[in-house]
């Protein structure tokens, strides 16, 4: 796999007066070129704060990517990675990669896109910031992704204002923003949060027909398990700020390890098969101002030992390319293979 985004330690904290709130606390991860991967977690876990992170766009202050953090981009294959975390986030460099390079598809379309300006003209504001192109060359741009998205009569819809649009609609038009420069990165943010199970369909199907078609990666955040299900290709489980489980997609949903993912795949009825009682995770998220020591999930965790109260697991391979933060798999994680008989003289 050719990697594109590389994640190393990512830390994003909140200073406020009540005190530190460490959004996402030592994260890692990797997306690779052409490959999607999902986010997971409950609301709250640093899903959106890693996505603005990676985008730069964390509001300072009082927010702050901590030193020692690395968000290194692989801009062109066999050239050494830009490190997004040193450049400034206003400046003129980072303003070249958000929005062209890496693109980003927000929750609610209807607060991300302008009220008093038509759909056209926010989509050409876009394409003339990062292209070199007229504004009829950028109309005729906007038209076209309209009509990529799935809008039908582009270029009547092009001169329509968000409030004339359904809410489907409106996220077509995000996606068609987002694309409008051929990122190699979309960032999507609970892409298809309020729409209806039909309508989610439809712009789970688009958004992996326009990566085969413009060859993007994707990092899809959501608190779906079903969505990354049909979508992703790896997976990284949050919770309070940190990647619990790490892997890929159909590891995860086969033989989920941490205690936290099988709690999530148990919550989720069963369309088939025998009717039974959900099982929900037992008490609460911890309050972030006042963390546990050791494991975050130890007291909800129906398998917390000793060790949970005390220390935080690391992220470690407990199967082959499987990855996850919890003290049952240490010694699976520690195990070292049989050395191999020596070879005949």
Known sequence: ???????????????????????????????????TLGIVGESGCGKSITSLSIMGLIPVPPGRIEQGS?????????????????????????RSIRGNEIAMIFQEPMTSLNPVYTIGNQIIEAVMLHQNVSKKEARDRAIAMLEAVGIPLPDQRVDEYPHQLSGGMRQRVMIAMALSCNPTLLVADEPTTALDVTIQAQILEL????????????????????????????IAVMYLG???EYTDVRSLFRDPLHPYTQGLLESIPALTGEKKRLVPIKGMVPD???????????PRCPHAMDICRQKMPPLTEARKGHRTACWLYEDEANAKPESAPAAAE
Do not use: W
């Open 242 to 244: 940190k990647v619990v």
């Open 70 to 94: 690395e968000i290194l981009y692989y801009r062109n294959e066999g050239e050494p990675p830009i490190d997004l975390t040193q450049l400034d986030a206003k400046g003129k460099e980072y």
């Open 288 to 298: 972030p101002f006042n963390i546990p020591p050791g494991c975050p999930f130890e």
């Open 1 to 35: 796999m050719v990697k594109l985004i590389e994640v190393k330690n990512l830390r994003t904290s909140f200073y406020t007066e009540d005190g530190v709130v460490k959004a996402v606390d030592g994260v890692d991860f990797t997306i690779d070129r052409q490959k």
């Open 207 to 234: 958004m992996k027909g326009l990566q085969d078609k413009f060859h993007m990666s994707i990092m899809m955040i959501t608190h779906n398990l079903g969505v990354v299900a049909e979508t992703a290709d790896d």
